[in-house]
């Protein structure tokens, strides 16, 4: 029996990544420190490195860090999902342009494979990395593996040592033992807190001690995706490009207009249409979203024409993947920030707060089971329907009926709910 083809995964990860696209543009803050905060501007959920080297942590509440901010010039920003989610797919479309094989997990993440390519792994991430840079502005890093679960592990090492220059390769490495000796348990892909906190008293502290340990053991504490994990760090690849299950950070539906539109109601169809087809695709998923958020802009480029753009979020009373309750609430937003005599040419929406439906907490104010089993029946009839028969057959009222705003081509074919791989892929343009 013939070997098959070694497979070679590189994990290409964002380095700080809302924090480095408001420094992407703007060069002045180079070398200062830089925190995004949460809506509302609450708390601290992103850093630059600079950030992290002062101590600040991760969800620190803004008013109780504001002398800190200021003694250190720290440089604080609201979080800008609209721009956060265009960046995303400029790194991912350059991405895109080294292999066909890509996997977007998550706004800042992706899979490549790299192997079935002339070049050396580790020269085509170098590569990678550099394009990325100049055409973005934006710094990552990549990791190389023979399994998704190394790529990660490499991937943390590139971050952590910039002696590599951002791109690290686990591939054979003589000093995997020694790598992986110095992950945390919690720390390995797929392990977490729980498993982590389980395994150490067991006396399994890091990622060496896991993979060496026997695999029905695993299996029966862990089910069969603790094995998988234990398996990929033995370099053995478990886990296909297509078949992670991940929850994106966030799900965008956004166009250009083929025109300009100054009609609110034009308008409000629209981005209606945008919010069923976001609340689409979280189903495809199993997911439900905590906030929505509607952003417009009018055509930077004709500077003869006032210009205008703005963006809010909505905070959904209960996380919610229902059409209804996502068109209501990005309805509320555009009543809050649309102005009219301006000539509109984008406008879209984003959902983030995103998390499984199942086993998450249930919230205060979340309707009934009765109501929310019976909902849920309404929604996955409309989306079988619209799956058979082509994107939007059946859709709710506040959509609008007419074609003429209706961009087909540009959202889901009926492939989007059952192909993993095109699902998160944000489209702006
Ligand atoms: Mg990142």
Redesign the pocket.
Same mark, same amino acid.
């Given at each position: 029996m013939t070997k098959p083809p070694a497979t070679i995964f590189a994990l290409l $990860?964002? =380095? =700080?990544?809302y924090a480095s696209c408001e420094r992407a543009f703007n060069p002045k803050l180079r070398k200062r420190p830089i925190v995004v905060l949460s809506n509302n501007d609450g708390c601290v959920i992103a850093r630059s490195a600079e950030a992290k080297a002062l101590g600040i942590p991760m969800g620190a509440p803004a008013f109780k860090f504001q002398p800190l901010f200021r003694k250190h010039g720290v440089a604080v920003f609201s979080s800008n999902f609209a721009l956060y989610g265009d960046m995303s797919r400029r790194v991912m479309d350059t991405a895109a342009r080294f292999t066909p094989d890509m996997e977007i997990y998550s706004i $800042?993440?992706a899979f490549l494979r790299l192997d079935r390519m002339h070049d050396r792994p580790l020269d085509v991430a170098r590569r990678i990395r550099a394009t990325i840079q100049q055409w973005t502005g934006i710094p990552v890093s990549i990791g190389i593996g023979p399994t998704k679960t190394l790529a990660k592990v490499a991937n943390r090492v590139a971050k952590k040592h910039p002696e590599h220059g951002g791109a690290f390769s686990l591939e054979d490495h003589p000093d995997r033992d020694r790598i992986l000796t110095d992950i945390e348990i919690e720390d390995v892909w797929g392990i977490g807190r729980q498993y982590g906190k389980k395994l150490r008293e067991f006396g399994i502290r890091n990622a060496l001690q896991f993979s060496r340990l026997d695999k029905d053991w695993v299996r029966k504490r862990m089910t069969v995706n603790g094995m998988h994990t234990l398996l990929e760090l033995q370099g053995v690849p478990c886990l296909p490009l297509e078949q992670t299950v991940a929850t994106p950070k966030s799900i965008v539906c956004s166009r250009t207009f083929a025109g300009s539109l100054t009609d609110k109601d034009k308008l409000a169809e629209i981005i209606s249409g945008y919010a069923a087809r976001t609340g689409e695709r979280l189903r495809a998923q199993g997911c439900v979203a905590g906030h929505l958020q509607v952003f417009m802009l009018t055509d930077r480029f004709r500077l003869d024409r006032p210009q205008y753009s703005n963006a809010a979020v909505s905070s959904l009373v209960a996380p919610t993947s229902r059409t209804p309750d996502l068109i209501r609430a990005a309805r509320k937003v555009l009543d809050q920030i649309f102005k009219p005599g301006y000539e509109y040419r984008k406008a879209g929406v984003m959902l983030f707060g995103i998390e499984k439906e199942q086993g998450r907490r249930l919230h205060l104010f979340e309707p009934s089971p009765e109501e929310r089993a019976r909902s849920k029946a309404v929604m996955e009839t409309m989306d079988r329907i619209n799956a058979k028969w082509g994107a939007m057959t059946m859709r709710l009222g506040a959509e609008g009926t007419g074609k003429r705003w209706v961009m087909r081509q540009a959202h889901l074919s009926p492939r989007y709910t059952t192909n993993w791989r095109e699902l998160p892929v944000v489209r702006l343009d």
């Open positions: $990860d964002c =380095n =700080n990544f $800042d993440e």
